[in-house]
C-alpha cells in the first residue's frame, strides 16, 4: 500500500491538527495501562495511525510530525519504542494468552 503524506512547512508547523488527530486515534485505537511500563514499536504505531488516517479520510503526517506530536503529548521514543502507548489488540492479545 502507498501512502501520500501532506508535507509543507504550513503543516509542519500545524501541531494543533497533529494533536488533535493523535487524541481521537490514541482515544479509539491505543491504550496505556497504569503501573506498567509498556513499549509500543514506533513503526508499527505510525502503520496504525496512518491506517486510521485513511478509513476516517483524515490526511495522513509525515512520520517526523507523527514522532513529535506523540512526544508533545508526554511520550518518549527511543530505539523505535515509544513510552506508555501501545495498540489496544496487542493488549487483548497479551491477556489472550496470559
Known sequence: MSYRYKYD???????F????????WISE???HRDGYDD?????????DYDNWCLQSRTPLS???????????RGH?????MVSGLFLREDAWALEAHA
Not at 17 to 24: A, E, G, K, S
Not at 39 to 47: A, E, K, S, T, Y
Open 62 to 72: 509525515p512520520p517526523a510530525l507523527f514522532e513529535q506530536g506523540l512526544q508533545i
Open 9 to 15: 512547512e504550513a503543516f509542519e508547523d500545524d501541531f
Open 76 to 80: 518518549r521514543i527511543e530505539n523505535g
Open 17 to 24: 491538527f497533529i494533536d488533535t488527530h493523535l487524541y481521537y
Open 39 to 47: 513499549w509500543g514499536g514506533l513503526r508499527v504505531l505510525q502503520r
Open 29 to 31: 485505537r491505543c491504550m
